[in-house]
């Protein structure tokens, strides 16, 4: 069998949702893929979970030095990669029956095309219950799935990590994941994603995407520069972007992020400071994510671009100057707060 599809997934320490992912592909409508996982230096018991794991589909294990970005570790997973599309996948992303036939089905008619499943994958579902959840997480893991108060209390007072969602339950009630899950973006933010009249490369988001290997290999891969996570896939999307690829977001619902305790966006600051020093201020998407930054203002974002445009094409060009001067002094003001000083 011809391995059309290679799904490539990054992890650290995240054994207990690698678990269920990994699952989740063993009910794939169509077998024409692999699965390639780059362990990051996991502490936890991900070698075991992995190369003990019976897997109806190709599934290769690989370790690298614990680097802690995940630029690095894609990028390895695309040297060990024998299809001709790459789907990069999370370690905690449960995947639908019908993932690997739907992007079948619209890379066969978009052959040329990034296909994403951004921003309906932007749906969670709680597996595990975690003892460092915020109180706001707690709450919404006991509505989901209507738990007594005799139920919350037990949770409560657990001082270790506790599965709820069990592999069996993938196996045999996969609508049970479907009803437990629910959206993370309010709609009119979905729309504003989904809209790639500008900035269509913010559809390349590393949770649920696919693209042609060759293309990510004429561009050398994501920047492993970033040492750390976030913001490299949209700096891949950019240059993407630039080469003229279109991108097509898949109106769906592919899966479900599994819920665990936050993380500090702090990386993602740090990490739009090196593209700053990268394209020295010259790009004005990026220097906008200064004014307003996409995951909490994309409307702002898309329609401060949208006028830009129209600008241009009129060709008002001292306003464009204008626009562009304000985007990136703001944008250096951004860095000089957030850049990592040696």
């Known amino acids: ?6 799904v490539i997934i990054p992890t650290h320490n995240r054994s207990e949702q690698l678990s269920l992912t990994l699952t989740s592909f ?44 995940a630029a690095m570790a894609r990028n390895k997973g695309i040297s060990w990669a024998s299809g001709k599309y790459l789907i990069f996948c999370d370690a905690d992303f449960i995947v639908i029956p019908e993932f690997i036939e739907i992007f079948n089905k619209y890379i066969d008619k978009n052959p040329g095309s990034v296909i994403s499943g951004f921003p309906e994958c932007w749906n969670k579902i709680y597996t595990y219950f975690y003892p460092d959840f915020t109180a706001r997480q707690k709450q919404k893991l006991y509505h989901s799935h209507n738990y007594s108060d ?24 996969f609508n049970k994941i479907k009803r437990l899950a629910s959206p993370n973006l309010k709609r009119n933010i979905k729309k504003q994603f989904q809209k790639t009249d500008v900035a269509s490369w913010l559809l390349f988001v590393t949770r649920c995407v696919l693209v042609n290997k060759k293309y990510v290999e004429e561009l050398g891969g994501f920047d492993a520069s970033f040492p750390k996570n976030g913001l490299e896939d ?7 972007s630039n080469i003229g690829i279109d991108f097509i977001s898949i109106p769906k619902v592919l899966g479900y992020h599994q819920e665990h305790p936050l993380r500090a966006r702090q990386n993602e600051f740090r990490n739009l400071c090196l593209i700053y020093d990268k394209y020295d201020f010259s ?9 307003y930054w996409p995951w909490k203002n994309i409307k702002k974002y898309k329609d401060s671009l949208r006028l830009f445009k129209i600008k241009q094409d009129n060709k008002r060009f001292r306003e464009v100057r204008q626009l562009q001067n304000k985007w990136k002094y703001m944008a250096i003001n951004f860095y000089n707060k957030f850049a990592v000083k040696e």
Not at 1 to 6: A, E, L, Y
Not at 234 to 240: F, P
Not at 283 to 291: D, K, R, T
């Open 234 to 240: 949209w700096e891949l999307g950019y240059r993407l």
């Open 1 to 6: 069998m011809d391995i059309k599809f290679s």
């Open 283 to 291: 790009i004005p998407e990026f220097n906008l994510f200064a004014v």
């Open 150 to 173: 005799r139920q919350k209390n037990e949770l409560a007072k657990s001082k270790k990590i506790v599965q709820i969602i069990k592999p069996q339950d993938i196996y045999n009630n």
């Open 26 to 69: 063993n009910i794939q409508t169509m077998n024409n893929f692999e699965v390639v996982v780059v362990d990051d230096g996991s502490t936890d018991n991900t070698k075991d979970l992995v190369e003990n794991f019976e897997a109806s589909y190709p599934l290769t294990y690989k370790l690298i030095e614990n680097a802690g970005s």
